[in-house]
């Protein structure tokens, strides 16, 4: 990524000299039609400020993880699994997903969702559900009904 103070934005969830990546690597984790950029990473802020955008009907990883994610929607309507509950989500809505909690986005099947998210620059690897994770989230119908894995 570029050292420039300032990136354009193409008006198209697109920034200058922000290369847009694959989510996670193929067969890493389940998830469904999404790409990240990151947008800001410097060792003097200790954090890094990502673009995800879920494609329509797609959806991120069920994970967690030891740090705390800070989201904002930029684009679009969707869904999210905090904990044991889903939120409707909604241009501008801020969401924070605390410390391990079991989290996933989702979008509609007839628009993207896009968010930011900031995190600690130095941060763990996210942690799958195992059988029995799997277990205690399905045993709310709509949990079980919501969750993609």
């Not at 697109?14 to 290369?19: G, K, R």
């Not at 996670?24 to 400020?49: M, N």
């Given at each position: 990524m570029s050292n420039d103070t300032h990136?354009?934005?193409?008006?198209?969830?697109?920034?200058?000299?922000?290369?847009?990546?694959?989510?996670?690597?193929?067969?890493?984790?389940?998830?469904?039609?999404?790409?990240?950029?990151?947008?800001?990473?410097?060792?003097?802020?200790?954090?890094?400020?990502?673009?995800?955008?879920?494609?329509?009907?797609?959806?991120t990883t069920l994970e967690r993880h030891q740090h705390v994610h800070a989201v904002m929607v930029v684009r679009g309507h969707g869904r999210a699994l905090v904990g044991a509950h889903i939120h409707e989500l909604a241009n501008h809505d801020l969401v924070k997903v605390p410390a391990l909690t079991w989290h996933q986005f989702r979008a509609p099947d007839d628009q993207p969702l896009g968010f930011l998210c900031l995190v600690n620059a130095e941060r763990d690897r996210p942690q799958l559900p195992q059988a029995e994770d799997l277990e205690e989230l399905r045993a709310d119908a709509a949990t079980a009904e919501f969750i993609r894995v």
């Open positions: 990136r354009r934005h193409d008006g198209e969830f697109h920034w200058q000299d922000v290369e847009v990546l694959a989510y996670k690597q193929s067969g890493e984790a389940p998830f469904k039609d999404v790409t990240r950029q990151v947008l800001f990473e410097d060792p003097d802020l200790g954090c890094q400020w990502r673009y995800f955008e879920v494609a329509p009907g797609g959806h």
